[in-house]
């Protein structure tokens, strides 16, 4: 069982320790959140069969039926054209263990129905960050048995030939410590950085008071700042290091020139490199920095001048933005041009609008001076994009929202910006009923994307602040019906976070987790999802149903790898959930 130290005792007592041989025994044809629901909140399981047209309720340890109920009528999949009926139990509130039974199918694993379900899982998925530090050793003591010495000190960055400058010349060693490392990978790439912190920030300014005491066990842990904040600084020092200080422009990424191989991150020893600036790392970067200096400025005492480092930052690099705003980062091209060719993740764009309005976004909310966007086009006549690291500008269309009363922001920029997420998140809820696991996650094959797990935590996040501009319940019961599907309401019948549910994700493509030895994969790490695209050619899908192509294999990067920009939601979504239903 994959879960921290400081959290055994309380999943034992709940029971969501369960061996293989046990989960073998439920019915994998009843998919429901495996971790469990709110006393309040709607209730449903999924059921994926033919048999049956009555359920029943029973307590996991007496077996005492608490509640019995009829099946829905038959939904079915636009995807697979399989049939399922929701089995909906929501006027069960009591606190407790619960199974679900179905005549002639069989018993779901066990499942709680508590204040604080997710708290769990929404501390788990932020400690997946802590797993992914790089340039420092993971101590038993906060690693549990994923402790692991330190890799990539990268205190000797080299600067590729795409990257030189003034004072800077090719192979010149640079410092570019910490960070985290990507994904499965081990490199560190500014624009997955970028949504990846901007996601991480906005659950601070949207939910600080959720945050004074979320303990994670990490090593700043009871420092007098909250450890969201302790695990953003991480990877925050090390996007300093990227900016070029002569010039302002951000380096795009640091690589190694190949990816390394299946290793733990201490035998990794090839050089790394720096490699080209580019418009979209720089952008990304000064949204990062202008936001960041906002949530540091109240802990300056904890973090001597970081805010105003921050700050200088996100000039400078707005400065270069402006001054070089067609420069591309375009691999295929450079690699015709300089050596080493680098073939590591592109993260290439071919428009910068979006990162231009989440900066401006950033840059204004955080300075109060307009001119940062009175002469750019934030796009609002256009449908709401949902965000994506090459599609970022709803991030700043989340901070103007978040402080359009403080900024005073004109009555009809404030109700455009409204209507445009509102009127989203009323298409992602058209036809819920009609869906065949009552989630608005899959209504349409293209949620079924390169990370489609993140694909359903961002929908969720764009509920909640639906949520929040409208106190409509029907947008926050649509975040929680996503969060199910995260957690096995879904048609592949997996739990997507590691360490977590009866039927789990134990081969995520990830480096760490399949060198160390170890039979549990490091926990709290969202696996990508379903993907019927299938780019890595693994043999272990069940088929080209967009919904179900998904394989628990480490080969499976297309399906089952992890990464930083699909954590984010996933902790954003949870912890968002938690404060709001407290």
Known sequence: MKVFPHLVASLAVFGLFLSPALAQQ??????????????????????????????????????????KGKLGGVRTSQHSGRHTRIADFSGLRKPGSYIIEIAGLGKSATFRIASR????????ALKGFYYQRASVELPEKFAGKWARPAGHPDDKVLIHASAISEGRPENAVISSARGWYDAGDYNKYIVNSGITMGTLLSLYEDYPLYFEDFNLNIPESNNGVPDLLDEVAWNLRWMLTMQDLADGGVYHKLTNPRFDGMVMPDAAKNPRYVVQKGAAATLDFVAVMAQASRVFKNFDNKFPGLADSCTTAAVKGWEWARKHPAVMYNQDAMNKQFDPDVVTGAYGDRSVKDEWIWAASEMYATTGKPEYIKEIDLELQQPMALPTWSQVKTLGYYTLLRFAEKLKLPAEQSAALR???????????????????????????????????????????????????????????????????????????????TGFGSKRVMHPHHRPSIADGIVDPVPGLLSGGPNPGQQDKCT???????????????????????????????????AALEATMK
């Not at 949520?467 to 019906?481: E, F, I, N, P, V």
Request: proline letters at 3%; one cysteine or more.
């Open 117 to 124: 379900v997710h708290r769990d899982v929404a501390e788990a």
């Open 540 to 574: 272990g899908y069940p088929n080209k149903f967009a919904d179900e192509s998904f394989a628990d294999q480490d080969c499976s990067y297309a399906s089952n790898e992890i990464a930083i920009n699909w954590n984010a939601p996933m902790v954003y979504l949870a």
């Open 419 to 497: 209507k445009n997420v509102l009127t989203y998140c009323d298409q992602l809820l058209s036809d819920l009923e009609k869906q065949p696991y009552h989630t608005v996650m899959g209504k349409t094959a293209q949620d079924y994307a390169w990370g489609s797990s993140s694909v359903a935590a961002n929908q969720g996040i764009a509920l909640m602040y639906a949520h929040s501009l409208s106190k409509d319940q029907k947008y926050l019961q649509a975040a929680l019906g996503n969060l199910d599907y995260l957690l096995g309401r879904n048609a592949t019948g997996y739990c997507f976070l």
């Open 26 to 67: 439920h019915s994998d044809a009843i998919r429901l959140n495996q971790i469990g629901f709110y006393p309040t909140a709607p209730k449903m399981a999924v059921i994926a069969a033919e048999e049956g047209d009555a359920f029943e309720i029973k307590d996991s340890k007496s077996g005492k039926t608490i509640l």
